[in-house]
């Protein structure tokens, strides 16, 4: 059940860095750069925003009961696969570039996951 846990953890994470990302580029008089308070309140009141927090709430949630039940050296390097996984989804959803060091950065991580799962606990 503990990989169940880091998997909603994994899953929760991106999907509140992508909505974040979403509707931050869409308003960007919201963000501290353009330092707008009207902007960043209604950033902050949008649903879409809200939502991703929420997620990232739940996600601290299922992190804790992921490791409640796993040694944390176990479970910790799982967490790196949210870094992949956003970075393919705003190629896809964003248009951004996955160029040789994303592809060469992904495939290290993705390998420091694969031997650390592995080590004993």
């Given at each position: 059940m ?71 050296s ?35 991580i ?7 799962s592995?080590?004993?606990?």
């Amino acid at each position: 059940m503990s990989y169940v846990f880091i998997a909603l953890t994994i899953v929760l994470t991106v999907y509140g860095q992508l909505v974040l990302k979403w509707q931050a580029s869409k308003r960007p008089d919201a963000t501290l750069a353009g330092m707008n308070p009207e902007a960043m309140l209604s950033l902050l009141l949008n649903p879409w925003v809200i939502s991703g927090f929420a997620a990232a709430f739940a996600a601290s949630l299922c992190w804790m009961a992921a490791i409640g039940k796993m040694p944390l050296s176990k479970a910790y390097p799982f967490m790196a696969l949210s870094f992949p996984t956003v970075g393919v989804l705003a190629v896809w959803l964003f248009n951004e570039q996955f160029n040789t060091p994303k592809i060469i950065g992904t495939a290290l991580i993705l390998a420091g996951v694969v031997v650390l799962s592995r080590a004993p606990a």
